[in-house]
């Protein structure tokens, strides 16, 4: 994995005449890499929409609480004033505790939405905090861990959709150049 440095929290947000090089710039990423993850806050609306409109799949991620749930659903009320496929959007809810009572704001988010949740991270702080003092991954402490599961299980689901994404490549005819064929997960 290779990582470009996110910008400082003081620098400006992206403004929209900057856009087009950001897309170009996400375009050369996506014909050197296979999956390219962008890690961007709903903060920043432009990166947000470039991002979403350039990917075949952006997953939006979540706490289990009303307020980071709201501003989720902000996200979608933003992304429906632009044109996108509703399917290319996936929700990630982190540190999801089943002790936690919130079955029904998350059903309440899923009909506002018309959004499932695709994976939900079991909280598992003590892990967590072990892997970033260690300096390691979960998957490296605890692979078998309900973390661990869990991530194993989704990405093999991407790396699954990915790879059957690229045979209908190959299957299908060279796209113009002019339109070039969207790659990878963002």
């Known amino acids: ?98 002790k936690h009572q919130m079955g029904g704001v998350i059903k309440e988010f899923e009909k506002r939405t018309d959004q499932q949740i695709a994976l939900s991270i079991p909280n598992d702080y003590a892990l967590a905090i072990e892997a970033v003092n260690r300096g390691c991954t979960i998957y490296d402490i605890q692979p078998r861990s309900s973390i661990g599961k869990k991530m194993e299980s989704f990405i093999n689901k991407l790396v699954n959709e990915l790879k059957a994404a690229k045979a209908t490549d190959q299957a299908s005819p060279a796209p113009s150049e002019a339109s070039p064929k969207k790659r990878g997960f963002f």
């Open 1 to 98: 994995i290779e990582f470009i440095a996110a910008p400082r929290e003081s620098q400006s947000p992206i403004l929209a005449q900057e856009a087009a090089a950001l897309e170009t710039f996400l375009l050369l990423l996506k014909q050197c890499y296979d999956i390219v993850l962008i890690d961007c806050g709903h903060a920043d609306p432009v990166l947000v929409r470039v991002a979403a409109m350039q990917s075949e799949k952006t997953f939006l991620v979540a706490n289990q609480d009303v307020p980071s749930l709201r501003g989720l659903v902000g996200s979608f009320d933003k992304l429906s004033k632009f044109t996108y496929n509703p399917q290319a959007i996936g929700v990630i809810i982190n540190r999801d505790d089943a």
